[in-house]
T-cell receptor, first 110, second 115 residues
């Protein structure tokens, strides 16, 4: 079992819709969870971090964490074509390492 | 504030040749990471430094890859000899306090093509 798993996509949503991105992780002791966005040919950039169960909202982005289910999600409301990118889920594991998932490619259609 | 600097941006070599990548992290960042990102995949950790000490190099193919961080600042990643499967983007990232804040700052990456 890989440490961090995501659906590879592509996930296509129409402009203005809600995009839902999911991530599961295997290390039960992980405490820190992150979503990074990576545009094609660019480096990853942090968009959300979450450390406690529940929801965390920042503008159009909402991160959700359920430690019992070892599940993290990212919702993007009012999706825009500029949101088209690969979204990487990352977890700090027991070894204090950042472990990235394979990423989900999101395409927002005008 | 200057970001993470990496060079070269692009490198094309033939298999069995050697290559070296350089990274200069953000000033004051104690933790430095090298990741390998193969096209269509997420970044894979190769090595993590805390100051000039190695924290984790469990996924570094030590028969061909080596890395050092002299004086706890700049770092170099070397591949010798290169294989076709080493074609990837090599990302350097740094963070301020052991990484718990989550803010990894990435360089622009070094894209390696092995022919």
């Amino acid at each position: 079992q890989k440490e961090v798993e995501q659906n590879s996509g592509p996930l296509s949503v129409p402009e203005g819709a809600i995009a839902s991105l999911n991530c599961t992780y295997s290390d039960r002791v992980s405490q820190s969870f992150f979503w990074y966005r990576q545009y094609s040919g660019k480096s990853p950039e942090l968009i959300m971090s979450i450390y406690s169960n529940g929801d965390k909202e920042d503008g159009r982005f909402t991160a959700q964490l359920n430690k019992a289910s070892q599940y993290v999600s990212l919702l993007i409301r009012d999706s825009q074509p500029s949101d088209s990118a690969t979204y990487l889920c990352a977890v700090i594991n027991y070894g204090q390492n950042f472990v990235f998932g394979p990423g989900t490619r999101l395409s927002v259609l005008p | 504030e200057a970001g993470v600097a990496q060079s070269p941006r692009y490198k094309i070599i033939e298999k069995r040749q050697s290559v070296a990548f350089w990274c200069n992290p953000i000033s004051g960042h104690a933790t430095l990471y090298w990741y390998q990102q193969i096209l269509g995949q997420g970044p894979k950790l190769l090595i993590q430094f805390q100051n000039n000490g190695v924290v984790d190099d469990s996924q570094l193919p030590k028969d061909r890859f080596s890395a050092e961080r002299l004086k706890g600042v700049d770092s170099t990643l070397k591949i010798q000899p290169a294989k076709l499967e080493d074609s990837a983007v090599y990302l350097c990232a740094s963070t301020q306090v052991g990484g718990r804040t989550g803010e990894l700052f990435f360089g622009e990456g070094s894209r390696l093509t092995v022919l």
